[in-house]
């Protein structure tokens, strides 16, 4: 059985920092793109940031760039996403996402197969 479980969110202030886990089971990461997203209440689900399976290409939203870094442990099965300097407009439950990709790619599109449960992150005075 596939699963993704994210953890690491919570409540920071303005200009603080938080890393995201997200552990999988039950398929071996090499093969999977994975896929950070992130959506806010009253807004659509939005890409934030990708690793290929290899962790050769990453990319990243505009908004998060040279304050958000991905990065994976295949030998933990484990995805990270290390923020920093948050914004209130962080404010979102993320989740993360997995997607069978061969390739060494990835891509901020809703075309991932298996979502974790999602983990809060609040970014407030």
């Known amino acids: 059985q596939l699963q993704l479980v994210e953890s690491g969110g919570g409540l920071v202030q303005p200009g603080g920092s938080l890393r995201l886990s997200c552990v999988v089971s039950?398929?071996?990461?090499?093969?999977?793109?994975i896929g950070w997203f992130r959506q806010a209440p009253g807004k659509e689900r939005e890409g934030v940031s990708c690793?290929?399976?290899?962790?050769?290409?990453?990319k990243y939203t505009d908004s998060v760039k040279g304050r958000f870094t991905i990065s994976r442990d295949n030998a933990k099965n484990t995805v990270y996403l290390q923020m920093n300097s948050l914004k209130p407009e962080d404010t979102a439950v993320y989740y993360c996402?997995?997607?069978?990709?061969?390739?060494?790619?990835?891509?901020?599109?809703?075309?991932?197969?298996?979502w974790g449960q999602g983990t809060q992150v609040t970014v407030s005075s």
């Open positions: 690793i290929s399976g290899s962790g050769g290409k990453t």
């Open positions: 039950g398929f071996t990461l090499d093969y999977y793109a």
């Open positions: 996402a997995a997607k069978y990709q061969l390739l060494n790619l990835c891509r901020l599109v809703d075309e991932y197969d298996y």
